[in-house]
C-alpha cells in the first residue's frame, strides 16, 4: 500500500480530508505494511462514504506516482462497532500494539501510529476521550504497556446504579450477583475484586450481591 513515507503522508492527509468532510471523529490509526487499523467516531453513520472516498482517491494518487493498474486495496473495508468504553479501550491498546505484534517495533518507536499522538502533540487523532477514560497521559502509557483488563486502569469515576447493572452483567458473563455469596470463598472474593476494579463502589456491590460492605472490603483491599 505505501512505497515510502510521502505515501503515508499523503493517506493520512487525506484521511483528514474525509474525516472533516463527512464528520467522523478518529481516536486511534495505524499504518501497516499491506493494511490500515482507524478507530473512528461516525454519529452521521457517514463511514461507508468517507472510507469509499478516501480508498479511491488514495488509489488514484498511488497509481499516478507509480505506474501501478488496477485497485490498491483488495477488499472493501471491513468494520465492526464497538459498544462499550472496555472494548474501546481494548482496540486503542490493539492498534497501538500492531507493529510490535508483527515483529516491526516497540509501540514508541513506531512513527506511523496515533501513539505518539497520545504522548506527544496530536494532529489527525481526537485524544481527549480516551485520556479522559484513563486519567491522563501516564494512565494511558501504563494501560498501553500492560495486558490486564481495562477496568483495572480507566479512572474512578462515579457511575449510576442502573450503569452498575449493566457493569456487573458484563464482568461476571451472566453470573447472576446475588449468587456470588454461595460461590466458594477463593472464587467469590475473585468476582468481588474483578466488581471493585471495573469501577463499582463497595455500597453498589453490596447491594447488587447482597454480601456485606466489610466482606467486601476485605476482599477487594
Not at 462497532?81 to 517495533?105: D, M, S
Request: with cysteine; glycine share 10%.
Amino acid at each position: 500500500m505505501f512505497e515510502d513515507d510521502s505515501d503515508r503522508r499523503a493517506f493520512l492527509d487525506l484521511l483528514d480530508l474525509q474525516v472533516d468532510k463527512h464528520g467522523l471523529v478518529v481516536h486511534a490509526w495505524c499504518l501497516m505494511g499491506n493494511h490500515v487499523h482507524l478507530l473512528l467516531e461516525d454519529p452521521r453513520g457517514r463511514i461507508s462514504e468517507a472510507m469509499h472516498g478516501l480508498a479511491t482517491s488514495y488509489a488514484q494518487r498511488f497509481n499516478k506516482r507509480t505506474g501501478h493498474v488496477g485497485h490498491v486495496f483488495q477488499d472493501r473495508f471491513f468494520s465492526e462497532p464497538i459498544e462499550n468504553e472496555a472494548y474501546l479501550l481494548e482496540v486503542v491498546r490493539y492498534i497501538h500494539n500492531n507493529p510490535e505484534n508483527g515483529g516491526i517495533g516497540s509501540r514508541e518507536e513506531y512513527p506511523w501510529s496515533s501513539y505518539r499522538e497520545y504522548v506527544g502533540e496530536a494532529r489527525h487523532c481526537d485524544v481527549e476521550f480516551v485520556l479522559g477514560l484513563l486519567g491522563g497521559v501516564d494512565r494511558f502509557v501504563e494501560f498501553s504497556a500492560g495486558r490486564g483488563s481495562p477496568y483495572r486502569h480507566m479512572r474512578r469515576m462515579r457511575i449510576s446504579d442502573e450503569e452498575s447493572r449493566e457493569r456487573a452483567a458484563e464482568v461476571l458473563g451472566g453470573v447472576e450477583p446475588g449468587l456470588l455469596a454461595a460461590l466458594p470463598k477463593p472464587e467469590r472474593n475473585l468476582r468481588l475484586r474483578d466488581l471493585r476494579s471495573s469501577g463499582l463502589s463497595v455500597r453498589q456491590i453490596e447491594r447488587l450481591t447482597g454480601i456485606g460492605r466489610w466482606t467486601i472490603t476485605n476482599a477487594t483491599t
